[in-house]
């Protein structure tokens, strides 16, 4: 908490102005949260003050208070890109204050920066510039040290999530322990695997079966399946299916998304390999249903 308050006071974080007559200030808290290693260990532990949006009225200073995040998509096209032009994942830089970390992409003249907002502004996003790989790393990291408290992770391994590790052939990711915390969570870490996500022909209707007494434990499931597409492709099609009935969840949908867990439990290390030698031509696939939806009789796909 100390070296949370440090960092917000070394940075200016806030200004200081006169309470306007008839309004009501924003209130904060704190947010403990235990980072661990791609192995499970403890990184470290973390605490955020943060402020509690929810208390703000709607529309009113929303782009001062909210600010636009790098996409998992782009991630994945940049790792693409790197794997096949042999770009270095350099560097991971955690900010000491309310931003998350930079991670370098560099060949041997260029020099990608991309930088992931906790929240806040985004101060740097793919800029490039064309300089000798080494110096264009420290000159960098020497600007942001002059500007924030920065912590240097090494090469890039491991971030939200997301394993990452390269060979020669290219780069593999992997949300291995995220699959894992989820299937111990459901409690089917020792369950026997599926083969398959879903049945085949399998209909699900809003009003099957019972109606959970917990939706919550439903929602939050389907919420990291969905984080969990981010590298499982093949969980994807499942996954939507399931997410059409988070508002009224009953016991068929519950089983039909245990059932998708016990697909993960087969291979939860299973991700995504982006192959050095790739032409990078998009190749798109695109499939439609005709009234698939068994109540709307709209196509879902």
Known sequence: MQAELDALMHN???????LSTGHK????K???K???HSDG??????????????????GIDYQETFSPTAKLTTVRCLLAIAASRNWFLSI?????MPFFMVILMRSSTWMF?????DRGRIWYVGSTSPCNKEHAIKSLKDTLLQQFRIKDLGNLKYFLGIEVSRCRKGIFVSQRKYALDILKDAGLLGSCPN???????LKLNPEDGELLHDPTKYRRLVGRLIYLTVTRPDIVYSVQILSQFMQNPHTPHWEAALRVLRFIKGNPGQGLFFPSFNDLILKAYCDSDWARCMTTRRSVS
Do not use: N
């Open 12 to 18: 200016d974080t806030w200004t200081l102005v006169p």
């Open 25 to 28: 200030p924003i209130g904060c």
């Open 30 to 32: 704190w947010v403990y």
């Open 34 to 36: 235990i980072k661990y």
């Open 41 to 58: 260990s403890v990184e470290r532990y973390k605490a955020r003050l943060v402020a509690k949006g929810y208390t703000q009225l709607e």
């Open 92 to 96: 991971q830089l955690m900010f000491k």
């Open 113 to 117: 920066p991309l930088v992931f907002a």
């Open 195 to 201: 083969s398959f996500p879903m049945e085949e022909h």
